[in-house]
């Protein structure tokens, strides 16, 4: 086997002996002495401590020993009762690998799923939670060294997040130009969106496209992609203020379920149906949406979020019917999961992240603000804002604010 070149060789004993390297010299010469032999080549130890900084920045950003994270100890679609705060050490990362400082994390409807163990029912607790995180590179491995350096920010899409340090892969890693929460919400929720019309929708210009539950953090941007698709849009929501910023956003006829009845409106004033739907409630909204679907509709399920916090996580569905309807209409239901689309995750960011640059997309985030106990800061205030998201509270993606900015940043 190779032995490792003398750079990784450093970081490794490093990490290892935790800065003893001048104490093993010393050790070293004092062996040789005591044993009467004369090493054949001068041994010289220099070694330059700043070069450390370049894989844990302790000066810029002051890694604590420990941290607090979430972790699930037990499967439970409460969120409350599945997910414990626990602390523990700082996680040193590998060769490839990013120690990110968390800033914000975002909050998902499928956060109580993942809880629930609904995703994969072989994975036992304990495990981590949380699905995305913004922060700031305050270490890395030799290899992640070739792309990021200490002070950088990146946002990244994988599980773990609910920490105030995340060790994540470079490769995973997404760079981005601040810790803006904007960011944030393209790596679920916009991209969901995203790459299920695109991919599943099939829009072509003048369509008509319903989007339930559209103010919420997804549903803002399946609007905005639709109305760019030269489409009509649709959208669902359940207070005034939510149909007042969809019209900001495009959309055509926002309908605001809690004065509204939804079907009502749909037959009235589109009775050739509708072309496509981007439905992410389930029961009966999802019924009444396979009702509406026009001639060769589509029905894209992103989720059916009224059942999460049952047992069984699945709202009822009446679909006895269901394949007749499709028949008579030439329609289709298609089911869309993000992790099975992530061929097409990376041109779906960039492509998003050029149209934010541009001013070209709205990314609404709501950080609690209006929340009855205030702002979601601080990793605890996870808890709350999965309740506030459950409760219907939100308008736009719900994000934590985990730490406040670290005003010692600076690349070295």
Known sequence: ??????????????????????????????????????????????????????????????????????????????????????????????????????????????????????????????????????????????????????????????SGAFAEYTVVPAKESVPVPSAKPEFLTLLVSGATAYIALKRLGDLAKSETVLVTAAAGGTGQFAVQFAKRAGCHVIGTCSSDEKAGFLKS???????????????????KEYPQGVDVVYESVGGSVLELAVNSLATKGRLIVIGFISGYQTASGIPPFKGGTLPVKLLQKSASVRGFFLPHFLGDYREALTSMMKMFAKGELVCEVDCGDMAQEGRFVGLESVFRAVDYMYAGKNLGKVVVEVAPPNVGDSKL
């Open 249 to 267: 956003i495009g959309c055509d006829r926002p309908i605001n379920y809690a004065k509204e009845d939804l079907a009502k409106t749909l037959r």
């Open 1 to 158: 086997m190779l032995s490792p070149s003398p750079p990784r060789l450093l970081l490794l004993l490093g990490r290892r002996a935790g800065g003893s390297l001048v104490c093993r010299a010393r050790a070293a010469r004092a062996t040789d002495a005591l044993s009467g032999v004369r090493p054949t080549v001068p041994r010289r130890f220099i070694i330059d401590t700043s070069y450390s900084a370049h894989f844990m920045d302790f000066k810029g950003s002051s890694i604590p020993s420990g941290m607090k994270k979430l972790v699930v100890t037990k499967l439970s679609q409460d969120f409350r009762e599945a997910v414990s705060v626990r602390t523990v050490a700082v996680p040193t990362p590998g060769d490839a690998e990013l120690l990110v400082r968390n800033r914000f994390v975002g909050i998902n409807a499928s956060d109580i799923n993942y809880s629930a163990g609904r995703y994969d029912p072989s994975v036992k607790p304990p495990f981590d939670a949380g699905f995305e995180g913004i922060g700031e590179v305050v270490g890395l491995g030799l290899s992640a060294s070739s792309r990021y350096t200490v002070g950088d920010t990146v946002a990244y899409f994988g």
